[in-house]
Nanobody, 115 residues
Framework: QEQLVESGGDLVQPWGSLRLSCAAS????????MAWYLQAPEKQRELVAS???????NYADSVKGRFTISRDNAKNTVYLQMNSLKPEDTAVYYC?????????WGQGTQVTVSS
């Protein structure tokens, strides 16, 4: 069982930046697709960005041009660089590690965008 630990969430002003990190504990990180999801209050969890083991990347339309996902397989870590943050980006952000036979989640990190 992989363990995922997110960090980097904070209170930031509109148009500010944050970088989220997610560190994985196990040995299969490089084989898996890593993703970031967000969940706003009283809303369903939704995909923000994903990066496959081969480096293929997808973004939600709402974050294209503002967020960048990356991974460092040597450090078992996936990152989400968030720029030009908007109040509507406020949510708990979750890290996900998945393959055809497993699906792991972190505990989430709060991002609040407010003046």
């Amino acid at each position: 069982q992989e363990q995922l630990v997110e960090s980097g969430g904070d209170l930031v002003q509109p148009w500010g930046s944050l970088r989220l990190s997610c560190a994985a504990s196990g040995s299969i990180f490089s084989l898996d697709t890593m993703a970031w999801y967000l969940q706003a209050p009283e809303k369903q969890r939704e995909l923000v960005a994903s990066i496959s083991s081969a480096g293929s990347i997808n973004y939600a339309d709402s974050v294209k041009g503002r967020f960048t996902i990356s991974r460092d397989n040597a450090k078992n870590t996936v990152y989400l660089q968030m720029n030009s943050l908007k109040p509507e980006d406020t949510a708990v952000y979750y890290c996900n590690q998945a393959n055809y036979d497993h699906d792991y989640w972190g505990q989430g990190t709060q991002v609040t965008v407010s003046s």
